[in-house]
């Protein structure tokens, strides 16, 4: 069964650093892409981060280019999503995603809908105000 448990949310100062993590379970993360995401209240889901299947590389959305960096720690099979120089707009739920038939990658800078993601996690909860 396919499982994704995020953790690290919380509230923080703008400037601020936090960082998620991903526990993955239910499937080799050596052969599919993963993700983060983000949807802010009234707003729609949109891609954050990411671990490409096609060649494992990093990618980022422009708004948090420089400021955000995934990684994976394949010891013990987590991922994490290290988030510094908070903004306000960075506020909102996020999620850890993957997909198996496809590049999560495409959702975070390929301009595909988050809609084809297969599995999610539940979320955490990030609030960057004063």
């Known amino acids: 069964q396919v499982k994704l448990v995020e953790s690290g949310g919380g509230s923080v100062q703008p400037g601020g650093s936090l960082r998620l993590s991903c526990r993955p379970s239910g499937f080799d993360l050596d052969h599919f892409g993963i993700g983060w995401f983000r949807q802010a209240p009234g707003k729609e889901r949109e891609g954050v981060s990411c671990?490409?299947?096609?060649?494992?590389?990093?990618k980022y959305a422009d708004s948090v280019k420089g400021r955000f960096t995934i990684s994976r720690d394949a010891a013990t099979n987590m991922v994490y999503l290290q988030m510094n120089s908070l903004k306000p707009e960075d506020t909102g739920v996020y999620y850890c995603?993957?997909?198996?038939?496809?590049?999560?990658?495409?959702?975070?800078?390929?301009?595909?809908?988050?809609?084809?993601?297969?599995?999610w996690g539940k979320g955490t909860l990030v609030t960057v105000s004063s």
């Open positions: 671990i490409s299947s096609r060649d494992g590389g990093r």
């Open positions: 995603a993957t997909d198996f038939e496809g590049d999560p990658c495409n959702a975070v800078v390929g301009g595909l809908s988050v809609n084809y993601i297969d599995y």
